[in-house]
Each structure stands twice: as C-alpha cells, then as structure tokens.
C-alpha cells in the first residue's frame, strides 16, 4: 500500500502537510486575523508585558492601541524589521519565559512570511502567486512588502498570454519527457509525489509557458484508503495540462502510453466504489498533500534547496 507518512498521511477529517522542513508552519500558525494584536514594543525596550498605562493627555501612538492593539508606529516597526532584526526583538520578548504573547505572535508571523516568501524567485505561476497572496492577506498589516512583492509577481506572470498546446505538441512532449524520466520503482507503495514533482519541474525547464500557464497538481486522498482497485493507495497525485482539446493528466504510473483525459484518470484511480476521498488541484510548485480544501496554502509546502525530498524528485530522472 501506498505510505501516508510523508507526503499524504491523512488525519481524521482533515489531511496533515508533510514534515519537509525543520520547521513547519502549521494552519494555527499562520492564520492570522486581519489588524493583528500585538502589545507594546520598543526596539531597546526590555521585555514587556505591554500593561503599563499611557500618560494622560498620550495620543497612544508610542503605547498600545485600544484594547491592547498595537499602535500604527508600533506595527510600523514591526513591519519595518528584516529576518536579523525579527530573530533579536523575538529574542527580546521571549527571554527564555516560553510564554506566548501578542507581541511574540506578530513577530513570529513576519518572520514565518519572511522565510516563506522570501524574494519570490521560486514562485512560477499565477496560480501559486494567488494562494501565496491569499494567505498573507490574513496578515497583510505585518506584510505589505511581501504583499507587493508576490502581487507584482503574479502580474509578470500572467503575461503574456500563452496558447494551450495541442494534441501533436502534446504527443511530442509526452515522448520527451518519458525518455528524460522514469517512475519510481515502488508504484504500489509510494513514488506518485516525487514523479509528479520532477514532471513539473521537467516542463518548467522545457516548456516554461506551458508550467507558467497551463499546469496543476491534481490531489485525491483518501483516509482509509481504498484508491485504485489494484493498489488500494490512500492518496495519489499527478499533474494535468490544460490543451486545446481538454484537461490531460501526465501519469506514467497509469498510462504510460499517453497522457489521459482527466475524467478517464478519475475513473481509473476512484474505481468502481470509490472511498470517502479529499480531491483538490494545488498549483505544481507546492509539494505534500494540500492540508484542507478551505486553506490554500501551508508554508510547508513549498520546496527549499535543503530538503532532502529533492533527492527523491532528482531520482525520477533518467
């Protein structure tokens, strides 16, 4: 059977992301209400529980704002603070106490988009460029350099506009990519991840518009298993292009003739009773199953150059 401990190990009713980073950032972390809370803060202040009372006659834009949120300067700070200057003011609040304050929170949630984001190279599509930009609009008060960064970058991407190819582009492109990589050789336990990665990854290097405009992951998982009547998976995944003529997934476990029309791929992996299942399109840079269909985006998601996962996407190749 497929494992579920990496990539898809699915929870209850909901589907955990996979454990690809020394730190990952879970939903509970990084949703975050809009006009965070956050208590008084000083860059050489020392630790502070932000109860002290303003002078009377203080407009309150150096103290905490009204029932305890942050003041416009003291967010103006925050916001102004890079990842060196967000490690000594985090430093500066926790001082070893491990308790969680509004202050430490807000912090932690710039830092958290800061490493995230980064400078957004590794953003590819507008579609990525969206979810990104949706989930820092839950913060966007701590984020707006990041905000116009991924938002200047899903305009570059959408442009110019790129026809979907079609059936003979199609045909030529599938031969190429079969002769540049190969399945893992555990289909029936696990692989789909990693061969769904390095295909993307392969037409981003080859047909860059085709990724930038016309590629998704496409994730079925179910909890209890029961995927695909031969192999009872309990998640797989695999990449669909858009053409001229429809939807086409590119799955050799599958159909390693041809690419197949998603309905046909759907069929084939559901089966003839198909189990309770979670089923969602997640744009192709993310990796790991998408942790809920109302969430889209998990900072765990996203690949770094430090993670080991890249072995197993490099080892799809030929």
């Given amino acids: 059977m497929k494992r579920g401990d990496e990539l898809g190990k699915p929870t209850g009713e909901s589907i955990e992301p996979a454990a690809k980073r020394q730190r990952v950032v879970g939903p509970r972390d990084v949703g975050a209400p809009a006009g965070p809370r956050v208590s008084g803060y000083e860059a050489d202040d020392e630790y502070s529980s932000g ?69 957004g190279a590794w953003i590819r599509s507008p579609g990525c460029a969206t979810v990104v930009l949706t ?8 984020v707006p350099d990041l905000v116009r960064t991924v938002g200047n970058i899903r305009v570059a991407l959408a442009t110019p506009a790129s026809p979907a190819p079609g059936a003979d582009e199609r045909a030529t492109m599938w031969t190429a990519l079969c002769l540049a990589l ?65 939807e086409f997934v590119l799955d050799p476990f599958l159909s390693p003739g041809a690419p197949m029309p998603l309905a046909t791929w759907l069929a084939a992996v559901k089966g003839d ?23 889209p985006f998990d900072p765990g998601t996203r690949l770094v150059e430090s993670d080991t996962i890249l072995r197993e996407v490099a080892a799809c190749r030929r």
Avoid at 100 to 112: F, H, I, K, S
């Fill in 51 to 119: 109860d002290d009372e303003p002078d009377s006659g203080s407009s309150g834009e150096e103290g905490d704002g009204e029932d305890g949120q942050p003041s416009r300067a003291q967010i103006a700070r925050i916001v102004g603070l890079d990842l060196a200057g967000i490690a000594t003011a985090i430093g500066q609040e926790d001082e070893g106490f491990g308790e969680t304050t509004p202050l430490l929170t807000a912090l932690e949630q710039r830092r958290d988009a800061l490493e995230c984001v980064g400078d």
């Fill in 135 to 142: 989930w820092l609009g839950t913060q966007a008060t701590l």
């Fill in 182 to 246: 190969r399945a893992p050789e555990r289909v029936a336990r696990d692989g789909c991840e990693y061969l769904a990665h390095a295909i993307c990854t392969w037409l981003h290097e080859n047909r860059p518009d085709w990724a930038r405009l016309h590629l998704v992951k496409y994730w079925l998982v179910a909890s209890g298993g029961g995927l695909h009547p031969t192999y009872h998976w309990n998640h797989h995944v695999a990449p669909v292009l858009t053409c001229a003529d429809g």
């Fill in 273 to 295: 009773r198909p189990p309770r299942l979670f089923e969602r399109r997640q744009a192709w840079e993310l990796i790991g199953a998408p942790v809920h269909a109302t969430m």
